[in-house]
């Protein structure tokens, strides 16, 4: 649970580093901030929902999709394409709040 808690602090950090990076046009930061991105997302699979409890599979598939989302955004922010990225960048965002509408308190 305390895992679970600092990923989604690592998350945000993550995300507002990048988006700032992405703003500013700043290709190397922007490709680092996407892999923190990835990295933060290790052990996932043990992280459990504190809210709606039994539907575990369903938070996993948030995980999930959120998890390929990402992969897919830091490699269009390491090929230094920051157009594309700005998009991925959205996907990710929504795949990060359509889980907090679910499972978020
Ligand atoms: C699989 C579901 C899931 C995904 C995906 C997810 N979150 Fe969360 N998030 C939660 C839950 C559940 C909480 C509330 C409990 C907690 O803090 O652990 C939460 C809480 C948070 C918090 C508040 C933490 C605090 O200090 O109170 C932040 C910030 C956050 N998430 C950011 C993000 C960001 C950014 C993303 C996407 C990059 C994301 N989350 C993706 C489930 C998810």
């Given at each position: 649970m305390k895992a679970q808690h600092a990923r989604m602090g690592n998350f945000k950090?993550?995300?507002i580093a990048l988006g700032?990076?992405?703003i500013r046009g700043n290709k190397v930061d922007a490709g680092k901030h996407a892999s923190r991105l990835t990295e933060a997302l290790a052990g996932y699979e043990k992280d459990v929902p504190h809210k709606n409890v039994s539907r575990?599979?369903?938070?996993?598939?948030f995980y999930g999709e959120m998890k390929k989302?990402?992969?897919k955004l830091a490699a269009?922010?390491?090929?230094g394409n920051l157009r594309k990225a700005a998009l991925s960048y959205g996907r990710v965002l929504e795949a990060c709040v359509s889980?907090?509408?679910k499972f978020r308190n």
């Amino acid at each position: 649970m305390k895992a679970q808690h600092a990923r989604m602090g690592n998350f945000k950090a993550a995300m507002i580093a990048l988006g700032e990076a992405v703003i500013r046009g700043n290709k190397v930061d922007a490709g680092k901030h996407a892999s923190r991105l990835t990295e933060a997302l290790a052990g996932y699979e043990k992280d459990v929902p504190h809210k709606n409890v039994s539907r575990i599979k369903e938070f996993q598939a948030f995980y999930g999709e959120m998890k390929k989302r990402a992969v897919k955004l830091a490699a269009d922010a390491g090929t230094g394409n920051l157009r594309k990225a700005a998009l991925s960048y959205g996907r990710v965002l929504e795949a990060c709040v359509s889980c907090h509408a679910k499972f978020r308190n």
